[in-house]
């Protein structure tokens, strides 16, 4: 027979046996809750990733000050849309959304930079006058003009697309434009350089002429933006404008891009200062490689350039 003591001590064995239990308990509850949670949590950043941080469209607005600007451009607006990947997380309905916001805008000049359908949509001839009638529908004051990307070289319409939409396709040449006034400014076009379709100096061939003139406001339309290395090594260039990079598709704050792509390793910010050039990368409006976006949302380029 077990004295008061001894009860006593047994009494309080079990009661801390089962205050160990209860305590193990909430410690599993709590990690469930936890596994759980971040499983959710998971899931929820996906979900908005896909659809949502995909959806949208931001302008982002930039002044763009050069003394070359003839006075006759000034207040010249800019807009530039870049990588629309057809197809991807872009559709018809998008599309038109689009063709609204750049008609709001009312740019002098509209200029595209690059990928139009995506390397993994079925160019039907549904796809194809969908595409061509909302870039014929984009309006612009002075002039439309595109090149190409690398996506567009996996089909053989996209110059028809392109013009028929009526862009004017700089594929390694250029444009003189004049406004208002009898000093003109330059527009040059290099086609893709990752497909190897790049020439710098046919898309620059305007200062090869005897009278070109040399001070002339020059704007540079590539798809690739570390291709500015090599031509600001030949060329002068006042305002160079590309995509290919996304900025990045995925980002998290504050912090460099996740993953970059060959082509842009170097240049993949929105923003560069590359000897007196400025430099400008779209952060693209579709999505290649995976449908995805984080902090990152589709967006185009309106600049408002003038003489300082």
Known sequence: MMSREERTLQKEKEEQEVREKEKKKKQKKKIMIGIVGAILAIFALLYYSRFIATSGLVVREYKVENSKLPASFYGLKIVQFSDL????????????????????????????????IDKDTNVTEEVTNEVKTALSQMEAKIGKYAVSGNHDYLYDGFRQIIEEGGFQYLDNTYDLIYYQGYDPILITG????????????????????????????????????????SILAKYNVDLALAGHSHNGQVRIPFLPPIVTVKGAKKYNEPYYRVKDTDLYISGGLGTSNYKFRLFNRPSINLFRVVNQ
């Open 190 to 229: 290099m086609s893709d350089s990752g497909q190897y379709q790049n020439d710098i100096d046919q898309a620059f061939s305007y200062f090869k002429q005897e009278d070109s003139k040399k001070n002339i406001f020059t704007i540079s339309l590539f798809h690739e933006p570390d291709d500015i290395t």
């Open 85 to 116: 990947h057809y197809g991807s997380t872009i559709d018809n309905a998008y599309l038109q959304n689009l063709v609204k916001k750049i008609n709001e805008l009312r740019p002098d000049i509209l200029v595209f930079t690059g990928d139009l």
